[in-house]
């Protein structure tokens, strides 16, 4: 069954790091645009960052330009979320998701069209 598995979520101080990882199982990363999204309580869910990953072209949302960076390793069949500079409102819970795409640009915005997502991880920036 096809399933992608987020990691790396936790507790950090204001200005710290994190990375995320989302790993694909039963099926490769290849043909498909990789996106994060997150919701923070009593908020709607929001495109993070998105990654195609048969080119690597990534796109942020601009509350993340910057401090951000999404990139995949496609012989692991994984995607990592690195984030630096971590502020408060950056809390909430993480998610990854996959949409088979053949387009230019990064689906970021199309939540609808995502197929397959993971459970979620945890980020919590809190001092």
């Known amino acids: 069954q096809l399933q992608l598995v987020e990691s790396g979520g936790g507790l950090v101080q204001p200005g710290g790091s994190l990375r995320l990882s989302c790993a694909a199982s039963a099926f490769t990363l290849e043909h498909y645009a990789i996106s994060w999204f997150r919701q923070a309580p009593g908020k709607e869910r929001e495109g993070v960052s998105c990654?195609?990953?048969?080119?690597?072209?990534?796109s942020h949302a601009d509350s993340v330009k910057g401090r951000f960076t999404i990139s995949r390793n496609n012989a692991k069949n994984t995607v990592y979320l690195q984030m630096d500079n971590l502020k408060p409102e950056d809390t909430g819970i993480y998610y990854c998701a996959a949409v088979r795409w053949h387009g230019s640009a990064c689906p970021l915005s199309m939540m609808f069209k995502y197929d397959y997502w993971g459970q979620g991880t945890q980020v919590t920036i809190s001092s």
């Open positions: 990654i195609i990953s048969r080119t690597g072209g990534a």
